[in-house]
Nanobody, 124 residues
Framework: QVLLVESGGGSVQAGGSLRLSCAAS????????MAWFRQTLEKEREFVAV????????YYADSVKGRFNISRDNDKSTMDLQMDSLKPEDTGIYYC?????????????????WGQGTQVTVSS
């Protein structure tokens, strides 16, 4: 059984930075793409960023492009999301997710394992 555990959320002022981490177990980590999604007050859960199994391709939502950076360490079975220049609209619960395969995907249905989420709050 796959277990994903997020950490690193918190509160920060606009313009600040946070780094989220996701630790995975229960599946051969390098064989699966990993992604971050978020749930905000205004929107349903939305895609943020995805990274392929090898960690050499990634894709971002337009809203975070240039501010967020996704990375993974296959030896440690971890994935990170470095978030810079944070805005109040980035506030929400951030979830890490593991895909059903190693290629880049952005739809929630392409992911079959989810973490419990970590809260990010950005104040103006």
């Amino acid at each position: 059984q796959v277990l994903l555990v997020e950490s690193g959320g918190g509160s920060v002022q606009a313009g600040g930075s946070l780094r989220l981490s996701c630790a995975a177990s229960g599946r051969t980590f390098r064989d699966y793409a990993m992604a971050w999604f978020r749930q905000t007050l205004e929107k349903e859960r939305e895609f943020v960023a995805v990274i392929n199994g090898r960690g050499d391709y990634w894709y971002y939502a337009d809203s975070v492009k240039g501010r967020f950076n996704i990375s993974r360490d296959n030896d440690k079975s971890t994935m990170d999301l470095q978030m810079d220049s944070l805005k109040p609209e980035d506030t929400g619960i951030y979830y890490c997710a593991m895909a059903r395969q190693r290629l880049l995907k952005t739809r929630q249905g392409d992911f079959d394992a989810w973490g419990q989420g970590t809260q990010v709050t950005v104040s103006s």
